[in-house]
Structure formats: structure tokens, C-alpha cells
């Protein structure tokens, strides 16, 4: 059974930093492009980060540039998103999406082209 596991959420003040993990099992995901997306309450779930199967190739949305870093260990099936700065408006639930991609290094950036899911973290910043 393929499933993928978001742990490393929390209430954490704004100002402060959270390092999210997403576990990978039940295939090898090294040939996987990997993405974070959050989900804030009344709003649409929106891409944060993506990652290429082999880490080289690296894409964020604006809101979380020079704040956020993903980065993802192949040998361990895991993918991690170091959020530093956080502020309130980072307050959603954090998802990890995972999708074979054996003919290129490239990033996915819309939820459409992700095939497994996680059950998503709880991320809340306070002000």
C-alpha cells in the first residue's frame, strides 16, 4: 500500500520555525517529484514547494521565498520543508504529494499532476 505520512506540525508563535516530514512508504519514491501544498481554512489547498526526484530542480510560491526550504533524503523515502520566519497567515494544513516521474528532473506545481496524497499536519502560527 502506497502512503505517504506528514508529521512535524504544531502551534509554534510567529517568528519561529517548524521542520515538517513526509515518510514515504510501500514503493521506493526515488524517482518521485515531490510537493508540499497547505490548505487554510475557506481558501483553496495552493502549492508551497516542490521538489525534482533527484533534489536538483527546487520551486516555491512567492509567499514563502527565503523563508521556506524543502529538500528530500532518497535513501531514507523522505521529504522534508523547514519553515523559518513563520507567520500567521502560514496557518493552514500541510500536505505532501508524491508522483513517478521517470523520463525527466522536472517539478509538478498544480495538485492535478500528483498522484498519492498524505493526510496532511496542522500547522498554526500565532501572532
Known amino acids: 500500500q502506497v502512503q505517504l505520512v506528514e508529521s512535524g506540525g504544531g502551534l509554534v508563535q510567529a517568528g519561529g520555525s517548524l521542520r515538517l516530514s513526509c515518510a514515504a512508504s510501500?514503493?521506493?519514491?526515488?524517482?518521485?517529484?515531490m510537493g508540499w501544498f497547505r490548505q487554510a481554512p475557506g481558501k483553496e489547498r495552493e502549492l508551497v514547494a516542490a521538489i525534482s526526484w533527484s533534489g536538483g530542480s527546487t520551486r516555491y510560491a512567492d509567499s514563502v521565498k527565503g523563508r521556506f526550504t524543502v529538500t528530500r533524503d532518497n535513501a531514507e523515502n523522505t521529504m522534508y520543508l523547514q519553515m523559518n520566519n513563520l507567520a500567521p497567515e502560514d496557518t493552514a494544513v500541510y500536505y505532501c504529494?508524491?508522483?513517478?516521474?521517470?523520463?525527466?528532473?522536472?517539478?509538478?506545481?498544480?495538485?492535478?499532476?500528483?498522484?498519492?496524497w498524505g493526510q496532511g499536519t496542522q500547522v498554526t502560527v500565532s501572532s
Open positions: 510501500g514503493r521506493t519514491f526515488s524517482r518521485d517529484v
Open positions: 504529494a508524491a508522483r513517478p516521474d521517470y523520463f525527466s528532473d522536472a517539478v509538478y506545481l498544480t495538485e492535478g499532476q500528483y498522484d498519492v
